[in-house]
């Protein structure tokens, strides 16, 4: 299962149990990807209730691998480039 654009917004309460309800289907059953344009440290200010936050991020932080990738350049920017040098002559 792969979510994307995680921490575009907070999330409601109930938007909150739902991503609780799957992030508990997925545990130690199957793998998840998950992408943000934040830190995985600040996802707990997506979800207005410390108690889920906690149990959310308890999910899906056990056994994870984090990749924390900072860059200046967008990915769009550097595949635009990518796409000019391989065009030339």
Known sequence: ???????LKSYTLEESRDILEIAESRYNRGS??????IAHGQWYDLFPDPTIADAIMDRIIHNSYILELD???SMREIM???KMRDTEI
């Open 1 to 7: 299962l792969i979510l994307d654009d995680i921490g």
């Open 32 to 37: 998840m990807v998950l992408a943000g344009q």
């Open 71 to 73: 860059s200046k350049v």
């Open 80 to 82: 635009a480039m990518k």
